[in-house]
């Protein structure tokens, strides 16, 4: 009796050990199914919200036209606003350059320009201007820049005008060392322009020129204003064919690669000269007049 009672536990103990062991296997298979699915599916799912269209983002053709035309319109403008930038900042760098030049000489009225084009046929490095005779710009005027004398205006146009450098055998301009007071004319030359240098020639021959002197205008002839720098002597040297002596000079800006000048259109004594010979003539003409009577 008691051997069939324990096969009776043995029996209960072993159902309820299966039962309970596939009620865990059917819960397990379960989880790894969900688990199973949710990683192969997330991705699914991520990229069908992707690319479902959002019905507030969809436009129609002549939206897009429109929006494209409308920022050509900003990209444009934004490209304006940066070179009228750029050419507001280098005009202010320039007068700001020659600020010192009004405050030197009150007297002159100037017009600051800037070197538009070359000629290259030009063998002493004329170049022309952005300034003209709008801008009280006239033939003959100074042209300077922070380094002292350039040349002078040879011909106006509205809008723009022509410089000749102090580099052409056309330059005749009243100088003297700032040391010495030895005077003469500073005038381009065939010899030295292609270096950038001309000459101070006519001067005397017991001058006390020496180098690194420096030479500046005189004035006379009211053309160009006194004290104007024209350069530093490099050497002095005697004309081979006449044994005269004079003075090479170096001006203090390359006047073959300048990009930026003033024009002096007014200052005191201009054309005092050439006034003073017409009033001299007439009071000639008079006196003669005069006596005949």
């Known amino acids: 009796m008691k051997g069939k009672d324990y096969a009776k536990r043995i029996l209960t103990t072993v159902l309820i050990v299966l039962v309970v062991t596939a009620a865990v296997s059917a819960a397990v298979d379960k989880n790894i199914f969900t688990d199973l699915y949710t990683t192969v599916s997330k991705p699914f799912q991520q ?12 436009r129609s053709k002549e939206d897009l036209l429109r929006e494209n035309s409308e920022l050509h319109e900003e990209v444009n403008d934004l490209v ?4 009228d930038y750029d050419d507001i900042k280098k005009e202010n760098e320039v007068l700001r350059k020659y600020y010192g030049i009004k405050d030197d000489h009150p007297d002159y009225k100037i ?3 800037t070197v538009i084009r070359r000629d290259p046929n030009d063998d002493f490095y004329g170049f022309t201007i952005d300034k003209g005779s709008r801008d009280d710009v006239k033939k003959g005027d100074p042209v300077i820049n922070d380094g002292g004398l350039v040349g002078w205006v040879s011909e106006v146009s509205v809008t723009t005008s022509r ?6 055998p056309e330059a005749k301009v009243g100088a003297m060392d700032q040391k010495t007071h030895d005077s003469g004319i500073a005038t381009g030359s065939t010899h030295f322009c292609d270096e950038g240098e001309l000459i101070l020639s006519v001067i005397s021959a017991d001058n006390k020129i020496k180098a690194d ?9 009211g053309v160009y204003p006194a004290g104007i720098v024209v350069g530093k002597v490099t050497k002095l040297d005697y004309n081979e064919y006449d044994t005269t002596p004079y003075a090479v000079i170096k001006p203090y800006t390359d006047l073959r690669t300048i990009s930026d000048v003033v024009v002096i259109t007014s200052f005191e004594g ?4 050439e006034e003073a ?3 001299s003539d007439k009071a000639s003409s008079d006196s003669s007049t005069a006596s005949k009577n």
């Open 270 to 273: 201009q054309g005092i000269i």
């Open 163 to 168: 410089v000749t450098t102090l580099l052409s």
């Open 277 to 279: 010979d017409t009033s």
């Open 213 to 221: 002197d420096i030479v500046i205008t005189t004035g006379v002839g």
């Open 80 to 83: 304006s606003r940066v070179i």
């Open 111 to 113: 017009a600051v320009a």
């Open 47 to 58: 990229t069908t919200q992707a690319v479902t269209p959002d019905p507030a983002m969809q």
